[in-house]
């Protein structure tokens, strides 16, 4: 953060000695010891992100193109600090949770700088996220305020709010009866420095078993995550990184993403959205050198190039992930978009594996990467716990300096999720090669990847079983050559089938996301069921395929 304009700034008024920790698994002593002695972790805070040579020795650079709005290294740190005040004036104190929807914008960047630097941890929601899903969030946080955007298209984030259990509402936009963000603002005050032992952000899980879990990340360890990401990715000055997937998205936040890029000195553009039509002018215009994207955006792109008319020679890297990238479509990047690939397979629990940028090309486009840190320990385990056989696959297992130790306020959750000794089970089914790069052929648990967006098969289920004509319901992820999986639903009725518009118009009533709907329903007379009785989710998915 930049020093004081005038020789004493007033002081912040009066805040809680610790944030509240309540719910927060901290790493083992002996284990954090390691890490800080072996130089992982460190003392630097999310809020001190923005690179300090570059707001010495040339603060005009720019930090972040949003739209209009073109800010510089300075005028971001000065917008944060003015930002940070405003929310204490608010009444936001460290250790208070919010929950932020905002969307790709000037005022999403600034809002996280702000509470990060007064120690206050942002709940990261996404803005596709409805009533189902930030209720919930806003209790389970406890959190004090809710910020978001005043209207997503036909929804309007203002009406949702009303009913939101929180003390405080900033709206960026028209604000109607709320606070608006740009009225977040006063004088910079001193502040005094969270922590780096506590939780900085909070992101959100897939939502495995229903709606998603908070995953607490610590200053320390989401630092070290950027900071490594970005070295190991190349990131510098002469970085331009085009943002097209949501910000709150640890893939675009964190991986080595936005905050990697202010760390490095980079230079970050938002794009509302992954299309061509929005996404290629911005990489022309701003001679964009990077972009991270799912692979339904990837091979759009793969076949837009060839009838678009902007220039997209300026890209060096297309990091390609929150699903597996089929190694033929990733074999087309170089020839057809004229930039490397690189692989990125990891979770906001924590472990990222990248395929480095001197990877053969067999690694580069055959694999989704190695682990990013040479402390991640890595186990695969076949269904008893044991270790599998070199090459074979099996469950992934991993602890490490940036994976979490246990979800935000889910105890019976961390009993299934974590072995005794540490390790997260992430599910997901992998075979390691000898160079270390894993491969990933599937996963444990009951979520279709849906291009990225993780859909909680339970969770759509039980939304399902509320409708009237619904007897029951089971949901299966569909094979598809754009999107990875598609969701399909198998419904057992009771009377007349209700149509797929139905379902759908249905589902939106009761809040939920929209990339959680169905892209296809199914009628059935019975479910198969295994020999214990619960439904065989393995032979709905065969009659699909």
Known sequence: MTEPTAPTRPTAPTAPTEPDQNGFTPWPEDLADRYIAEGYWGDRLLGDVLNGDVLRDDPGRIALVAGDERLSYADLDRRADRAAAGWLRLGVRRGDRVVVQLPNSAGFVVTFLALVRIGAAPVLALPAHRESE????????????????????????????????????????????????????????????????????????????????LIPR????????????????????????????????????????????????????????????????????ERATVCAVVPPIALLWLDAVSWAEEDVSSLELLQVGGAKFAAERAAEVPGTLGCRVQQVFGMAEGLLNYTRLDDPRELAEGTQGRPLSPADEIRIVDGDGADVAPGEIGELLTRGPYTLRG???????????????????????????????????????????????????????????????????????LPDPMMGERTCAFLVVRDTAPTLPEIKEFLRGRGLAAYKFPDRIETVDTFPRTPVGKISKKELAARLA
């Open 218 to 285: 610590t200053h320390r360890d989401y630092v070290y995550n950027l900071e490594a990401s970005a070295e190991v990715c190349g990131f510098g000055g002469r970085t331009v990184y085009l943002v097209v997937l949501p910000a709150a998205h640890n893939f675009a936040l964190a991986c080595p993403g936005i905050l990697g890029v202010l760390a490095t000195g980079g230079t970050v553009v938002l794009a509302p959205s992954g299309s061509p039509d929005e996404a290629f002018p911005l990489i022309e215009r």
């Open 134 to 213: 930030i209720g919930y969030l806003c209790e389970l946080a406890g959190a004090r305020a809710y910020a978001a955007a005043d209207r997503d298209g036909a929804f309007d984030y203002r009406v949702m709010a009303r009913a939101l259990p929180v003390e405080h509402v900033v709206i960026e936009g028209d604000a109607q009866e709320f606070t608006a963000l740009a009225d977040v603002d006063a004088d910079p005050v001193e502040i005094e420095r969270p922590d780096p032992a506590t939780v900085g952000v909070f992101l959100l899980s897939g939502g495995t078993t229903g709606l998603p879990k």
């Open 407 to 477: 979800y935000y306020r889910a105890p019976e959750h961390n009993a299934r999720s974590f072995t005794p000794d540490g390790f997260y089970r992430t599910g997901d089914l992998v075979r390691r090669l000898p160079s270390g790069h894993l491969v990933v052929e599937g996963r444990e648990k009951d979520q279709i990847n849906r291009g990225g967006d993780k859909v909680s098969a339970e969770e759509l289920e039980n939304h399902l079983l509320a409708h009237p004509a619904v007897h029951d319901a089971a949901v299966v992820g």
